[in-house]
């Protein structure tokens, strides 16, 4: 190696060292604070509020209910900007839609994810409240009232021919819906083994 070479390397690997040595303490200070000083702790309203969920078999659905009517509007209102007029049109979730004889075939079909639906996927009607009203709409989640989302969800139903036009959907009445995808899925109950079943 030439001399002037030489130097140049020597004279990084010391600057480098240089550094890395000055800014280690600076390093081991800079954890992560015990409180950032923001935020306020959650009362037990607050966990209230939040902890509503919904099972399958419709344990958590709040007493109330909603009809079609009703959701048609609200979805009017309150979704289609996001989910199309129809439910079908996007740009966001397609929500409506079924194949003849509900044959889609959601496991093996590759383009599943832009072909799913409430009608074709969803397993139960209840979970379809749970999600709604938790996450839905996306820009204000948790403002619609518990009569509300029961009507978009029987909106929605009707829209996917699983319910007719007149259904009140309730407390009462929303566990007993039929889904088309209702039997499409396993209960996950492996502890190890593979992990594709
Ligand atoms: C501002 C846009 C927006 C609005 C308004 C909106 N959504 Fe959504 N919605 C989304 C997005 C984005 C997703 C996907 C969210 C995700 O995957 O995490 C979604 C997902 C959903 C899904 C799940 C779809 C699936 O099969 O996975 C349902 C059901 C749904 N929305 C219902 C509604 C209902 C009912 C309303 C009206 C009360 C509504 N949305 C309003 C943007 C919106």
Redesign the pocket.
Same mark, same amino acid.
């Given at each position: 190696m030439r001399r002037p070479v030489l130097v140049g390397v020597l004279l990084s690997v010391l600057v480098a060292g240089a550094i890395i040595i000055d800014a280690w303490p600076r390093v081991r200070r800079s954890q992560t604070p015990e409180r950032f000083g923001f935020g306020t702790p959650a009362t037990t309203e607050d966990i209230r509020q939040a902890n509503t969920d919904v099972t399958p078999d419709g344990r958590g659905l709040p007493h109330d209910s909603g009809t079609v009517a009703q959701g048609e509007s =609200?979805?009017g209102l309150?979704?289609s900007?996001?989910?199309g007029a129809t439910g079908t049109e996007g740009p /966001?979730?397609h =929500?409506v839609g079924r194949e003849p004889g509900d044959s889609f075939n959601f496991g093996r079909d590759p383009n599943f994810l832009a072909k799913?639906?409430?009608g074709n996927?969803?397993p139960y009607a209840t979970t379809?409240y749970d999600? @709604?009203h938790r996450a839905?709409? /996306?820009?204000a989640p948790g403002s619609?009232s518990s009569n509300e989302v029961y009507s @978009?969800v029987a909106y =929605?139903l009707y829209r996917n021919q699983i319910v007719p036009g007149n259904a009140v959907m309730s407390d009462r009445t929303l566990p007993l819906v039929r889904m088309p995808a209702g039997d499409r899925f396993v209960v996950d109950n492996r502890s190890g083994g593979r992990t594709v079943r």
């Open positions: =609200l979805y309150r979704c900007g996001c989910h /966001f979730d =929500l799913r639906t409430i996927y969803w379809l999600y @709604v839905m709409p /996306f820009d619609l @978009v =929605l």
